[in-house]
Nanobody, 117 residues
Framework: QVQLVESGGGLVQAGGSLTLSCVGS????????MGWYRQAPGKQRELVAH???????NYADSVKGRFTISRDNAKKTVYLQMNSLKPEDTAVYYC???????????WGQGTQVTVSS
């Protein structure tokens, strides 16, 4: 299992940018599909983006063209660069790791992102 710690959340005005980071430990980081999910108050947790070990990426339609996911296996870190932020991006953002060999799913504790209008 991977232990995940997110950072980089905060309060930003609409149109601004933030970069989230998620550092992993305890497993072979490169064996994991890494993802960012978010959960707004009263809503279900949803996928924002994920990146495979081969660095193929997938994005939710709502963030395409604004968010970029990337990974640095040497640093055991996955990033989410968020540009042109909107109030509807306000949520707790969670880092996720899915090991492609063991299928073990791991979650971070979440980081709050608040976008003011």
């Amino acid at each position: 299992q991977v232990q995940l710690v997110e950072s980089g959340g905060g309060l930003v005005q609409a149109g601004g940018s933030l970069t989230l980071s998620c550092v992993g430990s305890g497993s072979i980081f490169s064996d994991n599909v890494m993802g960012w999910y978010r959960q707004a108050p009263g809503k279900q947790r949803e996928l924002v983006a994920h990146i495979t070990p081969g660095e193929n990426t997938n994005y939710a339609d709502s963030v395409k063209g604004r968010f970029t996911i990337s990974r640095d296996n040497a640093k055991k870190t996955v990033y989410l660069q968020m540009n042109s932020l909107k109030p509807e991006d306000t949520a707790v953002y969670y880092c996720n790791a899915l090991n492609v060999i063991s299928r073990i799913n791991s979650w971070g504790q979440g980081t709050q992102v608040t976008v003011s209008s």
